[in-house]
């Protein structure tokens, strides 16, 4: 089976200045790769970079075996603050019809398949609780599922999600972790940024971050005591 | 007391061909002004209506179109805070406002080379709603058609645009192709919209009946057609406003939606007060529903 994503040697980062280089790793389908690290450690970076927002300073990076930012409708991305307007008059259900549009493009109009996943997405997250409520009246949380359910909508084949947790009670993190291993089961490889170091638990692999590859590999020997003292500059129980 | 409300309408033609002007000039801004409220761009909207000043005022001292004089400054308007803000890494506010100033400044020196310098300077920035020919309103019924066309066709990378760069991006959209289509747009109801209220209360059309709709709309649509309302609306008791106390017309108009806006805003914020008091009593009178203890 072909690699969702490949990275040899690749560099990140704006500008002339890269944040990380000599990033290296195969990502198959149904895998999950969580990244690690401390705010500005190029977890977002890399993310953006995967997902054809930023350029590669150098290396070679291909997802679905082509350029990033290539595939639109095989690639979903969850950014790190999905931005929610106080003045976007728009209900849950508009939001993540949103995430079809990669698939319907400028003019093709939404057939029933299109409104069937978007009903599946929101049930999924639980946002068809408030499918009609507008997105500027929810709380956090309930905006997180609700943008969680619009990067569903797209049926992509790699997921980027840039701390999907972020702004999620304890049953809500569950909730994302049982979606990641959804997916993952109908062969999606995912990409997830995160600070939660449980989040790794399920993971195939980790990659710890302090603005280079501090380790890699395993849940196991990657978040070592000594990999998260570099890290981190202390401990973290897990 | 109808003939207070609908005589002057009835009886003076260039009053009816402003108010055919104005709800036509309400339509396009309620359709472009609704993007330019969604994705922040009130100030760009004002650079756009000021930056066709000196296209106009050269219009008027060499003798060619007035429109097309507003759609070349329009046009180098856009040009200009496109690649300031590449270029020299300045951010959006600071181009825009560079750009602004320069172009005013521009089209009042033109301007003061005019023999009617004070009149034609007034007109250009706050309009001639009176003076509305029938060429005037068959070339804004034609914008109101292409505004309508680009928005609809558009509809879908404009959302995004008003959600988040980066999600349009990744959605197959091009983030730069599109904030330039909603730029013409925006250029182009400006050049329709200039002659019936002027350069500097045009904005005043894009954005207080696409806020109002913004207070109580679920849909982009429905915010349209609430913005489109206000507008008219306001057209009309402007205008009336204008007849009977002899006050500027244009002002008149653009006044009245503000004031439309504020009592909207005002109605949804005490709407929000009632329904803050309701839970508050709601939740002292059944404590037990959120695990609260009260202790006597």
Same mark, same amino acid.
């Given at each position: 089976?072909?690699?969702?994503?490949?990275?040899?040697?690749?560099?990140?980062?704006?500008?002339?200045?890269?944040?990380?280089?000599?990033?290296?790793?195969?990502?198959?389908?149904?895998?999950?790769?969580?990244?690690?690290?401390?705010?500005?450690?190029?977890?977002?970076?890399?993310?953006?970079?995967?997902?054809?927002?930023?350029?590669?300073?150098?290396?070679? +990076?291909?997802?679905?075996?082509?350029?990033?930012?290539?595939?639109?409708?095989? +690639?979903?991305?969850?950014?790190?603050?999905?931005?929610?307007?106080?003045?976007?008059?728009?209900?849950?259900?508009? +939001?993540?019809?949103?995430?079809?549009?990669?698939?319907?493009?400028?003019?093709?109009?939404?057939?029933?398949?299109?409104?069937?996943?978007?009903?599946?997405?929101?049930?999924?997250?639980?946002?068809?609780?408030?499918?009609?409520?507008?997105?500027?009246?929810?709380?956090?949380?309930?905006?997180?599922?609700?943008?969680?359910?619009?990067?569903?909508?797209?049926?992509?084949?790699?997921?980027?999600?840039?701390?999907?947790?972020?702004?999620?009670?304890?049953?809500?993190?569950?909730?994302?972790?049982?979606?990641?291993?959804?997916?993952?089961?109908?062969?999606?490889?995912? +990409?997830?940024?995160?600070?939660?170091?449980?989040?790794?638990?399920?993971?195939?692999?980790?990659?710890?971050?302090?603005?280079?590859?501090?380790?890699?590999?395993?849940?196991?020997?990657?978040?070592?005591?000594?990999?998260?003292?570099?890290?981190?500059?202390?401990?973290?129980?897990? | 007391?109808?003939?207070?409300?609908?005589?002057?309408?009835? &009886?003076?033609?260039?009053?009816?061909?402003?108010?055919?002007?104005?709800?036509?000039?309400?339509?396009?801004? $309620?359709?472009?002004?609704?993007?330019?409220?969604?994705?922040?761009?009130?100030?760009?909207?004002?650079?756009?209506?000021?930056?066709?000043?000196?296209?106009?005022?050269?219009?008027?001292?060499?003798?060619?179109?007035?429109?097309?004089?507003?759609?070349?400054?329009?046009?180098?308007?856009?040009?200009?805070?496109?690649?300031?803000?590449?270029?020299?890494?300045?951010?959006?506010?600071?181009?825009?406002?560079?750009?602004?100033?320069?172009?005013?400044?521009?089209?009042?020196?033109?301007?003061?080379?005019?023999?009617?310098?004070?009149?034609?300077?007034?007109?250009?920035?706050?309009?001639?709603?009176?003076?509305?020919?029938?060429?005037?309103?068959?070339?804004?019924?034609?914008?109101?058609?292409?505004?309508?066309?680009?928005?609809?066709?558009?509809?879908?990378?404009?959302?995004?645009?008003?959600? &988040?760069?980066?999600?349009?991006?990744?959605?197959?959209?091009?983030?730069?192709?599109?904030?330039?289509?909603?730029?013409?747009?925006?250029?182009?109801?400006?050049? $329709?919209?200039?002659?019936?209220?002027?350069?500097?209360?045009?904005?005043?059309?894009?954005?207080?009946?696409?806020?109002?709709?913004?207070?109580?709309?679920?849909?982009?649509?429905?915010?349209?057609?609430?913005?489109?309302?206000?507008?008219?609306?306001?057209?009309?008791?402007?205008?009336?406003?204008?007849?009977?106390?002899?006050?500027?017309?244009?002002?008149?108009?653009?006044?009245?939606?503000?004031?439309?806006?504020?009592?909207?805003?005002?109605?949804?914020?005490?709407?929000?007060?009632?329904?803050?008091?309701? &839970?508050?009593?709601?939740?002292?009178?059944?404590?037990?529903?959120?695990?609260?203890?009260?202790?006597?």
């Amino acid at each position: 089976m072909s690699a969702r994503i490949e990275a040899t040697g690749l560099a990140v980062g704006y500008g002339h200045r890269p944040i990380v280089e000599g990033l290296n790793f195969s990502l198959q389908p149904g895998e999950l790769l969580v990244l690690i690290g401390t705010n500005g450690s190029g977890k977002s970076t890399l993310l953006k970079t995967l997902a054809g927002l930023v350029a590669a300073q150098s290396g070679d +990076v291909n997802v679905l075996g082509a350029a990033p930012g290539t595939q639109h409708s095989l +690639v979903g991305y969850l950014p790190q603050h999905p931005v929610s307007s106080h003045t976007l008059p728009l209900r849950v259900e508009d +939001v993540v019809a949103m995430g079809r549009y990669a698939h319907l493009g400028l003019t093709r109009r939404a057939r029933g398949e299109d409104h069937r996943t978007v009903q599946e997405s929101m049930e999924r997250t639980g946002a068809i609780a408030y499918k009609s409520r507008p997105l500027r009246d929810l709380s956090g949380g309930q905006q997180q599922r609700t943008h969680l359910a619009q990067v569903l909508a797209r049926r992509a084949d790699v997921l980027l999600l840039d701390e999907p947790t972020a702004g999620l009670d304890l049953v809500g993190r569950q909730a994302v972790a049982e979606l990641v291993a959804q997916e993952r089961a109908r062969g999606v490889a995912v +990409v997830m940024a995160t600070h939660e170091l449980s989040d790794a638990d399920t993971a195939d692999m980790v990659m710890l971050l302090a603005q280079r590859v501090v380790s890699q590999g395993s849940p196991t020997t990657a978040l070592t005591d000594a990999a998260l003292r570099e890290c981190f500059g202390f401990t973290q129980p897990h | 007391m109808g003939n207070f409300f609908f005589g002057p309408f009835v &009886d003076n033609e260039f009053l009816r061909q402003s108010l055919y002007a104005g709800i036509l000039v309400s339509a396009i801004c $309620a359709v472009a002004g609704t993007f330019v409220v969604l994705r922040g761009l009130a100030f760009t909207g004002d650079a756009l209506a000021h930056g066709v000043v000196p296209g106009v005022a050269a219009a008027l001292l060499f003798g060619f179109s007035g429109v097309l004089g507003a759609a070349i400054g329009a046009g180098v308007m856009m040009s200009g805070v496109s690649v300031v803000t590449r270029r020299y890494r300045l951010s959006g506010d600071t181009a825009i406002g560079l750009l602004f100033v320069g172009m005013l400044a521009l089209g009042v020196i033109i301007q003061s080379r005019s023999e009617s310098f004070a009149g034609d300077l007034t007109n250009i920035l706050f309009g001639e709603v009176l003076g509305v020919s029938n060429s005037d309103l068959m070339w804004q019924f034609i914008a109101l058609v292409a505004v309508c066309v680009v928005a609809w066709l558009c509809r879908r990378p404009f959302l995004l645009l008003s959600v &988040d760069d980066g999600l349009t991006e990744t959605s197959g959209f091009s983030v730069k192709k599109y904030h330039n289509i909603m730029l013409a747009m925006v250029a182009l109801t400006v050049v $329709a919209s200039f002659q019936t209220v002027g350069t500097l209360l045009v904005l005043g059309l894009l954005i207080a009946p696409a806020a109002t709709g913004a207070l109580f709309a679920r849909r982009i649509g429905i915010m349209m057609v609430v913005a489109a309302v206000v507008g008219i609306f306001s057209t009309y008791v402007g205008l009336l406003v204008s007849y009977h106390a002899n006050v500027a017309a244009g002002a008149s108009i653009v006044f009245c939606s503000v004031l439309v806006f504020t009592a909207c805003a005002v109605v949804v914020e005490v709407q929000r007060w009632q329904a803050h008091r309701k &839970d508050i009593h709601h939740d002292h009178d059944q404590p037990h529903v959120h695990g609260h203890v009260h202790v006597s």
